[in-house]
């Protein structure tokens, strides 16, 4: 069985952003236009994407466990990493549908690597509270608007206190020319105090599909499941994101408002 949400014609002219694994200090609060890396600027980063996209998405994790807010966090991304905010900035919490009252999905932001060709999508989540039942895999994904060249992907995630330390993946479990998704296990927790997978970000870098400009939008989606049941693999496709379950109960799915468009080229 699986569930399939159609993610197109969600988008709002206009709309500001939300932050990518945020906290309450940027869940939820505006934020000025996405932070210009300044000319000549020197980066910090690795130059491989892959480095890159690991570098990025644990940094991110931590900014935000560190208590910024989404502006701060791309002022530092641009000042020291070279890295432009290039969906307009912003940080409002917004999902479609609403299967759940017990978790925060993020609204995609995506960033450009200075003098490159090369995009980083990162989009993440945070549970309001620990859910009742933790076991089975969950499953996260970005897909986007038109086909990319994509290059490298993440995912880091963490507990909300000291108990569960940062866990990162690297192998999308499925990753095409519309996106990439992880199946991972946001258990084990600890009673109502943590959990392993309490808040956690994914990245993912990538190149237009060929040479030229192409307007596009990029969505998230997390999917939860618990007693016997688990998430087994994605159908990602244009604007849509497909999660295949083992059995049909005992899961939910949750989607989040596509970003602004951001034009996106390749020379």
Not at 55 to 68: D, M, S, Y
Not at 93 to 105: A, M, R, Y
Not at 112 to 128: L, Q
Not at 201 to 212: D, L, N, V
Request: hydrophobic share 35%; with cysteine.
């Amino acid at each position: 069985m699986h569930t399939k949400m159609r993610l197109v014609g969600a988008a709002v002219a206009g709309a500001v952003l939300l932050p990518v694994g945020a906290s309450s200090t940027a869940f939820g609060q505006s934020a000025p236009t996405g932070a210009t890396a300044a000319r000549g600027c020197v980066s910090k980063l690795p130059d491989s994407a892959k480095a890159q996209t690991d570098r990025v998405t644990a940094l991110i994790q931590k900014l935000e466990g560190q208590g910024l807010s989404q502006d701060r966090i791309d002022a530092k991304l641009a000042a020291d990493y070279c890295l432009e905010r290039v969906d307009g900035g912003g940080s409002e919490l917004s999902t479609l549908g609403n299967p759940s009252d017990e978790i925060k999905i993020a609204r995609p932001v995506i960033y450009k690597a200075e003098g490159k060709n090369r995009y980083i999508a990162a989009a993440g989540w945070k549970w309001k509270k620990i859910p009742s039942n933790t076991k089975g895999y969950d499953a996260f994904a970005i897909s986007f608007s038109k086909k990319v060249t994509p290059l490298a992907h993440s995912l880091v995630y963490r507990g909300n206190g000291q108990v569960y330390g940062k866990k990162k993946m690297t192998q999308a479990f499925k990753s095409g020319a519309y996106g990439a998704g992880f199946l991972f296990n946001e258990g084990p927790n600890l009673g109502k105090v943590d959990m392993q997978g309490y808040q956690g970000t994914m990245g993912i870098s990538f190149k237009a599909s060929k040479q030229g400009c192409w307007n596009l939008q990029a969505f998230s989606k997390y999917g939860h499941s618990w007693k016997s049941q688990s998430a087994t693999g994605f159908t990602i496709g244009l604007t849509s994101i497909g999660i295949t379950w083992a059995n049909n109960s005992n899961k939910w799915t949750q989607a989040s408002q596509p970003s602004k468009e951001v034009r996106v080229c390749r020379r």
